[in-house]
């Protein structure tokens, strides 16, 4: 989708310098929010990667099985979602076999660098993390240390014991059952070696706690690429938090970018150009601006 060429051209009288300078702001504008996020699912078999996946996002995005892996290769998902679409990476599940993780290996190898968010989902009631502790190490981790944002979401918790306790009404953990969570989230987080903040307690069958997921995810990310991902999660999952956070990301970036297409004294024609575009394109490709 184009951010509406039109709104530029009617700006006459300007120097082939400034046409220029338009048209690169410009470009980058299309390419910032029409920008397709590339989210990559990991975990084991059984952790509800495509249960998650569907809480988040919506719709069927893929099939969904208790029995075995379904997805043997990487599956790319393509969803439309508004204006634009989100693209999932379902990799097979892990530890299925010490063959079949060797053959993983190099697939998570050539995939990772190209995601924009890496999401490891774990079965929180299960006790045995230790496979995706060292698959992560020895195979995840080396992609990660760029600063490519990863969370580790800790999916399931409403069948942590005490299951008993858990509230159907409201849909939120007892006090013993949020303190066993609490347990096994600073446990993976220190398997894992990784900051308590990116463990996300949720349970997607039961839409728990995905608004704190969406946050987590939003607040990794890069400042220009915030406001597509936002985009594209459910409205039910969108905070006003992350929603403003995803607006100074994006102005942020626009400033940036301004300054490296225009230098730091813009003028009134650029200023003309920025209060057009948030006004006519970044609300009308937006809905929730």
Request: aromatic fraction near 10%; include cysteine; hydrophobic fraction near 35%.
């Amino acid at each position: 989708m184009k951010t509406q060429v039109d709104l530029f051209d009617h700006l006459v009288e300007l120097s082939e310098q400034q046409k220029e300078q338009i048209e690169r702001l410009k470009y980058w504008l299309d390419q910032t929010l029409t920008y397709e996020p590339k989210v990559g699912i990991l975990g084991k078999t059984g952790a509800g990667k495509s249960s998650l996946c569907n809480a988040l996002f919506g719709g069927s995005v893929a099939r969904v099985s208790n029995v075995e892996s379904c997805t043997r290769t990487p599956q790319e998902i393509r969803i439309k979602v508004g204006s634009g679409s989100i693209k999932l990476v379902d990799f097979p599940g892990i530890a299925e076999s010490r063959d079949r993780d060797a053959e993983y290996r190099d697939l998570y190898s050539k995939w990772l660098p190209d995601l924009d968010v890496v999401l490891w989902v774990l079965n929180a009631h299960t006790r045995d993390f230790l496979q995706d502790e060292e698959f992560y190490h020895n195979v995840v981790k080396f992609h990660l240390r760029q600063g490519k944002p990863f969370v580790i979401v800790l999916n399931q918790v409403d069948i942590v014991t005490p299951s008993r306790e858990w509230n159907e009404k409201d849909r939120q953990p007892g006090y013993q059952q949020q303190e066993n969570i609490a347990a096994k989230q600073k446990f993976i987080a220190e398997k894992f070696k990784v900051d308590p903040v990116v463990v996300v307690p949720v349970s997607a069958m039961e839409r728990y706690n995905l608004v704190s997921l969406v946050e987590t995810i939003t607040y990794a990310l890069p400042k220009e690429k915030k406001a597509p991902f936002v985009d594209k999660v459910k409205e039910e999952n969108r905070s006003e938090r992350v929603k403003e956070d995803a607006k100074q990301g994006f102005f942020e970036a626009l400033g940036e970018q301004i300054g490296e297409v225009v230098g730091s004294k813009p003028g009134k024609v650029i200023g003309s150009v920025i209060g057009k575009v948030v006004d006519n394109v970044v609300k009308r490709l937006f809905k929730w601006w």
